[in-house]
């Protein structure tokens, strides 16, 4: 089990950037993958990116290139956003994934909002 908390939300202009930040409970070495999804209003709750505790990183072709996951040597996942636009505007949550994708148990932080305006 884990709890996750997020921070680094707000508005920004297009063009700009935010950098998301995690915030875990736990070891994120001891957690077999963490990730950042959104989700828009009335759209439903998409992977952005995410790292496996191997260090392999995958992102959504939405966002890759603009985006960056990393994470420090603890207990911290961020979301670097770069070149941001209207169309990143959503809920970004932090997600923890244990085990493989078969057998997945799933934990979520509260949420941050991440506004771009036009």
């Not at 001891?30 to 392999?56: E, F, H």
């Not at 085990?99 to 949420?111: K, N």
Request: charged content about 15%; hydrophobic content about 35%.
């Amino acid at each position: 089990q884990v709890q996750l908390v997020e921070s680094g939300g707000g508005l920004v202009q297009a063009g700009g950037s935010l950098r998301l930040s995690c915030a875990a409970s736990r070891s994120i070495f001891s957690i077999n993958r963490m990730g950042w999804y959104r989700q828009a209003p009335g759209k439903q709750r998409d992977l952005v990116a995410a790292i496996t505790s191997g260090g392999t990183t995958n992102y959504a072709d939405s966002v890759n290139g603009r985006f960056t996951i990393s994470r420090d040597a603890k207990n911290t996942v961020y979301l670097q956003m770069n070149s941001l636009k209207p169309e990143d505007t959503a809920v970004y949550y932090c997600n923890a994934r244990f085990g493989t994708a078969i057998d997945a148990r799933y934990y979520w932080g509260q949420g941050t909002q991440v506004t771009v305006s036009s």
